[in-house]
């Protein structure tokens, strides 16, 4: 090929449009989405989650009281359907300096890469949010020689203005800049749009540490809010993959549901085509 043509050629490939699915991404559910059913029959659910088509799995708190062999039990179930733990959702006390020999061996086991803390309680002010994000570190530290590495899943809390002792910082913004940069940061994006905050914006603020996303939805409006089906609310979610694939740094999506007008198991499965029509 003449040097013209190798010209034109890069010059096409740059000018050509981002396209989803140049890198696979798989898609996974947070298995809170079904909570009841998980807890009245667990091999049951996860089984019919991926007969569905879902790739992955979070498992939420509960999963924290089993003993290493039900580990081992789920883990081979996993391994059975072809599907993957790849993060867990922990309260912060499994982040406790007693607590993070546990909170590894658990996920080591399910084969999951983040540990997630999916509630901070009730920090007040920087400084509470600090000694959060210097909980993280700690566990970053702990783990990085076994190949682990902590995430923090926000709420609306974390996207507020004005929540802390000074107006100019978030408490997102305060874990975001105090946590080492292998603490994933995994972004529940309808708790920041509810927040008034620009999804966008947040991750391209910080590449690379993207690396899951919850994929929940939300709306404006009486009867709305959380429990419109994912991409059927106000979250523009083609410029979310597009930023998240591009910049980001993510590795995996999980559907999010917190409730609706179907039942659990029929909403996991809508949200997934829904997903699949959105992210083609």
């Known amino acids: 090929m003449d040097t013209l043509s190798r010209r034109s050629l890069f010059g096409l490939a740059a000018a050509a449009p981002f396209a ?6 798989p898609i996974g559910l947070e298995l809170y989405s079904v909570r009841n059913e998980l ?10 989650v991926a007969k569905m088509g879902y790739e992955v799995v979070e498992f939420f708190s509960p999963y924290y009281a089993w003993t290493t062999e039900q580990t081992k039990d789920i883990r081979k179930l996993l391994d059975d359907l072809g599907i993957k733990c790849l993060s867990t959702h922990n309260d912060a006390k499994n982040f406790l300096p007693e607590n993070l020999a546990k909170t590894a061996d658990l996920n080591l086991i399910l ?6 803390m999916a509630s901070a309680g009730r920090p007040q002010g920087v400084a509470g949010w600090t000694t959060v994000a210097e909980t993280l570190n ?3 530290d702990s783990w ?3 190949g682990l590495r902590p995430g923090y899943h926000n709420h609306q809390t974390e996207f507020m203005a004005g929540t802390l002792d000074n107006d100019r910082e978030r408490p997102i913004d305060v874990i975001a800049a105090n946590t080492h940069k292998d603490v994933m940061l995994q972004f529940d994006v309808g708790t920041c749009v509810d927040a008034g905050s620009d999804p966008v914006a947040w991750i391209d603020k910080n590449p690379g540490r993207i690396r ?8 404006a409006g009486p009867d ?7 991409g059927e609310g106000d979250v523009q979610w083609k410029r979310i993959f597009e ?3 591009k910049t980001g740094g993510i590795e995996y999506y999980l559907i999010e549901q917190e409730g609706s007008a179907l039942p659990p198991m029929k909403t996991a499965e809508k949200c997934l085509a829904n997903f699949r029509k959105l992210h083609v």
Do not use: N
Not at 20 to 25: N, P, S, V, Y
Not at 40 to 47: F, I, K, S
């Open 224 to 230: 709305k809010g959380y429990k419109v089906l994912f």
């Open 212 to 219: 899951s996303m919850h994929c929940k939805d939300w709306a």
């Open 111 to 116: 084969g999951a890469k983040y540990p997630v």
């Open 138 to 140: 700690r566990a970053a």
């Open 144 to 146: 990085k020689s076994i």
């Open 243 to 245: 930023a998240a694939e």
């Open 39 to 48: 807890k009245q029959d667990l091999p049951g659910t996860v089984r019919a």
């Open 20 to 25: 989803f699915g140049a890198k696979k991404i």
